[in-house]
């Protein structure tokens, strides 16, 4: 496993915002430095995107930017970008 930090089984619902579409899904692991999310229609590797993390019992959703790395027909799995304002969803 090539993961620098661990990754926690979660279910979120996520926004996903690209200049012309909205796309939802389903975050269904989720470190500090990245995300599998669970969706209809995956992006292609290297396509940058502003997500929203809709955590339930959380008064805002994590927001931040992200790459896809890998692809497939079922989901995708992006890395948070660091020039991003991000706060990790997993810290409290």
Same mark, same amino acid.
């Given at each position: 496993?090539? &993961?620098?930090?661990? &990754? ?11 200049? !012309? !579409?909205?796309? &939802? @899904? !389903? %975050? ?5 430095? /990245? =995300?599998?999310?669970?969706? !209809?229609?995956?992006?292609? +590797? /290297? ?10 019992? &959380? =008064? %805002?959703? +994590?927001?931040?930017? =992200? ?7 079922? @989901?995708? /799995?992006?890395?948070?970008? +660091? ?5 990790? +969803?997993?810290?409290?």
């Amino acid at each position: 496993d090539k &993961r620098r930090t661990p &990754r926690v089984q979660v279910n979120y619902p996520v926004t996903m915002q690209l200049s !012309e !579409e909205t796309i &939802r @899904g !389903e %975050v269904k692991n989720l470190s500090s430095g /990245g =995300a599998y999310i669970d969706c !209809e229609k995956p992006m292609a +590797p /290297g396509e940058i995107f502003d997500m929203s993390i809709h955590i339930q019992g &959380r =008064a %805002v959703s +994590p927001s931040t930017q =992200a790459q896809v790395v890998w692809s497939s027909s079922h @989901g995708m /799995g992006v890395k948070f970008l +660091p020039e991003s304002d991000w706060t990790d +969803p997993l810290g409290e």
